[in-house]
T-cell receptor, first 115, second 111 residues
Framework: GAGVSQSPSNKVTEKGKDVELRCDPISGHTALYWYRQSLGQGLEFLIYFQGNSAPDKSGLPSDRFSAERTGGSVSTLTIQRTQQEDSAVYLC?????????????FGPGTRLTVT | QKEVEQDPGPLSVPEGAIVSLNCTYSNSAFQYFMWYRQYSRKGPELLMYTYSSGNKEDGRFTAQVDKSSKYISLFIRDSQPSDSATYLCAMSADWDYKLSFGAGTTVTVRA
């Protein structure tokens, strides 16, 4: 079946603008995760959803970052007033449910460049 | 000190050689141990996961976990140029949804 999809694949934006990144998880997967991968860094956990609920938002770097998930499927990560340090690859993953978080499947990522 | 340490390499081996990758960790609560492969400009791909200590084999790939030493390994036998990628280890506690990742080791298999 189809894997995790993300759009756009690349996004170049000017400092101060808002951006929205989209993730479509594997059909039937109720848990969804957002990560950030910066050059030379490991994956940094941002937030996860079980269904439409985000029990833990502590990984979000600042209040400029927010995420939502509707209908238990598609999720959107929004970054307001982008800064240059937000430049990174934003990865989305999904798993059957949160108890199977050890088996996460990743999308191709969105490469964000803030100029 | 990072929770998960992984030598970034790079590692270069001739085709057919055995590739040996490893990670060390500090959190004794970790019970799930995963290996991901990431090609350039792609998302990580789950290769295999292991629960607690022991070995697991899948084709040319073997994962080993030694919880007493807090050390995990991935071996790739009969390496191929298509194995050239960055390999990431990840781990989590039983009760935790968060994965802790290593920084990744870049591997090149020379034809």
């Amino acid at each position: 079946g189809a894997g995790v999809s993300q759009s756009p694949s690349n996004k170049v934006t000017e400092k101060g603008k808002d951006v929205e990144l989209r993730c479509d998880p594997i059909s039937g997967h109720t848990a969804l995760y957002w990560y950030r991968q910066s050059l030379g860094q490991g994956l940094e956990f941002l937030i996860y959803f079980q269904g439409n609920s985000a029990p833990d938002k502590s990984g979000l770097p600042s209040d400029r970052f927010s995420a939502e998930r509707t209908g238990g499927s598609v999720s959107t990560l929004t970054i307001q007033r982008t800064q240059q340090e937000d430049s990174a690859v934003y990865l989305c993953a999904s798993s059957l449910d949160v108890s199977a978080s050890y088996e996460q499947y990743f999308g191709p990522g969105t490469r964000l460049t803030v100029t | 000190q990072k929770e998960v340490e992984q030598d970034p390499g790079p590692l270069s081996v001739p085709e057919g050689a055995i590739v040996s990758l490893n990670c060390t960790y500090s959190n004794s609560a970790f019970q799930y141990f995963m290996w991901y492969r990431q090609y350039s400009r792609k998302g990580p791909e789950l290769l295999m996961y292991t629960y607690s200590s022991g070995n697991k084999e899948d084709g040319r790939f073997t994962a080993q976990v030694d919880k007493s030493s807090k050390y995990i390994s991935l071996f790739i036998r009969d390496s191929q140029p298509s194995d050239s990628a960055t390999y990431l280890c990840a781990m989590s506690a039983d009760w935790d949804y968060k994965l802790s990742f290593g920084a990744g080791t870049t591997v090149t298999v020379r034809a």
